[in-house]
């Protein structure tokens, strides 16, 4: 079995019906294209997300796919893509790059996604992925749309984070969480790592 050091993990995010991924989609790539050409060199390779859903992608390829698409425009080798994650959500992300990472034995983990996204993607990924190095890197999205779509964004993620946060607290007895108390939306939006 190959061993990958680690992998920068790019969440899916919207695409039209011919596949164009919305500007949210292609700060992602942009992004993670950046964390892999930093890493590269060190054996670092890309994991991608996204399947599909009536929210984000209605297809007929994975949402995943369209990323992948711009990256090799970008010139990375195909080889340094792996499988995809044919994800629906956030925790459907995490949940199954899990058996990719585990398939390739990483330590370490990029995960990529928006500015607003990333208090939320926190939690999941360190959820499921205690066991690894993560580190988080956002993409720059608030800052491009108006204060009305930014505070229905940031309602929407600490609404989900308060979901994810309760039902933890729920089903786990004896397990301090603290740590994560829900942040006030000004600290939402100075997320960016």
């Known amino acids: 079995m190959i061993k990958i050091p680690g992998l920068v993990v790019i969440l899916g995010s919207p695409n039209d019906d011919s596949g164009e991924l919305s500007e949210m989609g292609k700060g992602r790539v942009s992004k993670g294209l950046e964390e892999y050409l930093a890493k590269r060199n060190s054996g670092w390779k890309l994991l991608l997300t996204g399947g599909f859903g009536e929210h984000f992608n209605m297809t007929d390829h994975p949402n ?7 990256l090799l425009e970008n010139n990375v080798s195909a080889v340094d893509i792996v499988e995809f994650a044919e994800s629906s959500d956030t925790v459907d992300d995490a ?6 990472v585990d398939k390739y034995s990483v ?15 926190k939690f999941i990924f360190g959820e499921v992925f205690p066991d690894k190095n993560i580190a988080f890197s956002a993409s720059p999205y608030l800052d491009n749309i108006g204060t009305e779509q930014q505070a229905i964004l940031l309602n929407h993620e ?5 979901s994810l946060i309760n039902f933890r607290r729920s089903h786990l007895v004896g397990v301090d969480l603290d740590s994560w108390k829900l942040p ?7 997320s960016k790592i």
């Open 64 to 70: 995943a796919y369209y990323a992948k698409q711009i």
């Open 95 to 100: 949940l199954k790059a899990r058996p990719i």
């Open 107 to 121: 330590d370490s983990l990029i995960v990529v996604s928006s500015d607003f996204h990333l208090n939320r993607v």
């Open 158 to 162: 600490k609404k989900e984070l308060e």
């Open 184 to 190: 006030d939306s000004d600290s939402l939006t100075q």
